[in-house]
């Protein structure tokens, strides 16, 4: 279990361990209220999509999943037991809240056994609930990563 403002160093390629363990904890406070958020802060490349990437494929998520940048988000359906539906958010280019509407972002942070990872988080903190699970990313170099975990 990750505890709150716990960092840790890992390599890209050993990402699957740490996204085991991030699994567990947020699983650990799920609640069946809604949604239960993932939030992902860091430098462009720092490594937030390749991690929720990693997460996809612990969920058991079979499609391809890429950055939502364009798209803003996507959303994937998992053969994980508590969490079915993984959301993929991408908010770097969302320049005021209102831009969620369309996306009916206070449906989906409503809706039950769904896992959500946002990118960016940081530009729509407004909008989301007070309790989140956040990570933030950091290069070392080009196959060493920190990340840091706050529950919020």
């Known amino acids: 279990m990750l505890q709150s403002g716990e960092t840790t160093t890992i390599q890209i390629d050993s990402l699957s361990q740490f996204v085991t363990e991030l699994l567990s904890t947020i699983e650990s406070s799920h609640s069946s209220n809604g949604s239960t958020v993932v939030t992902l802060t860091g430098d462009l490349g720092a490594g937030k999509t390749t991690l929720v990437q990693a997460l996809a494929r612990e969920l058991g998520v079979t499609e391809v999943v890429t950055s939502p ?59 989301l609930p007070e ?22």
């Open 69 to 127: 940048t364009f798209v803003v988000m996507k959303v994937y359906e998992t053969e994980h037991q508590t969490f079915t539906r993984l959301v993929h958010i991408d908010a770097y280019r969302i320049e005021d809240v209102s831009e969620l509407v369309p996306l009916r972002l206070n449906e989906m942070l409503a809706t039950p056994n769904t896992l959500m990872c946002i990118e960016w988080a940081e530009r729509i903190l407004i909008a």
């Open 131 to 152: 309790q989140t699970h956040g990570l933030t990313l950091a290069a070392v170099n080009e196959i060493t990563r920190t990340i840091t975990y706050e529950k919020r």
